[in-house]
C-alpha cells in the first residue's frame, strides 16, 4: 500500500489543521492506520492510531483531547484533526498502515511521505 499524507502548513497557536492521509490499493480497508511525527533533532514519535474498523483510537498524551483521528474506509484515507495547537507540535507528520494493530503503534508498517506542520507562539 502507498500512502501520500498532506494538508500540512504554517499556523498560530490555537488554531486548527486537518491532516489528510489518501492510501493506494483496496487492501487499506482492513489495515489499521496511524500518525506519527517528527521534530527536528527529535526522533519519531508516535501520535495516534485507528483500527481497521474506526472504533478503536489510540493517543499520545500530549495530544489527548486536541487531536481527532478518523478514516474512511470508502475513499481510501485517513484523518487527523488537530485542534489547539501549540507550537510544541511543529513537525514533519508522516501516517502509516499496517495489518496488524501493534504495527501502527510501534511504526513498522508502511510509511508515507510527510507532510510538515509549524506552528507559530
Known amino acids: 500500500v502507498q500512502l501520500q499524507a498532506s494538508g500540512g502548513g504554517l499556523v498560530q497557536a490555537g488554531d486548527s489543521l486537518r491532516l489528510s492521509c489518501v492510501a493506494s490499493?483496496?487492501?487499506?480497508?482492513?489495515?489499521?492506520m496511524g500518525w506519527f511525527r517528527q521534530a527536528p533533532g527529535k526522533e519519531r514519535e508516535f501520535v495516534a492510531a485507528?483500527?481497521?474498523?474506526?472504533?478503536?483510537?489510540e493517543y499520545a498524551d500530549s495530544v489527548k483531547g486536541r487531536f481527532t483521528i478518523s478514516r474512511d474506509n470508502i475513499r481510501n484515507s485517513g484523518f487527523l484533526q488537530m485542534n489547539s495547537l501549540k507550537p510544541e507540535d511543529t513537525a514533519v507528520y508522516y501516517c502509516?498502515?499496517?495489518?496488524?494493530?501493534?504495527?501502527?503503534?510501534?511504526?513498522?508498517?508502511?510509511w508515507g511521505q510527510g507532510t510538515q506542520v509549524t506552528v507559530s507562539s
Open positions: 502509516q498502515a499496517g495489518p496488524a494493530w501493534s504495527a501502527v503503534i510501534t511504526g513498522t508498517g508502511h
Open positions: 490499493g483496496r487492501i487499506f480497508s482492513s489495515y489499521a
Open positions: 485507528i483500527n481497521w474498523a474506526g472504533n478503536n483510537e
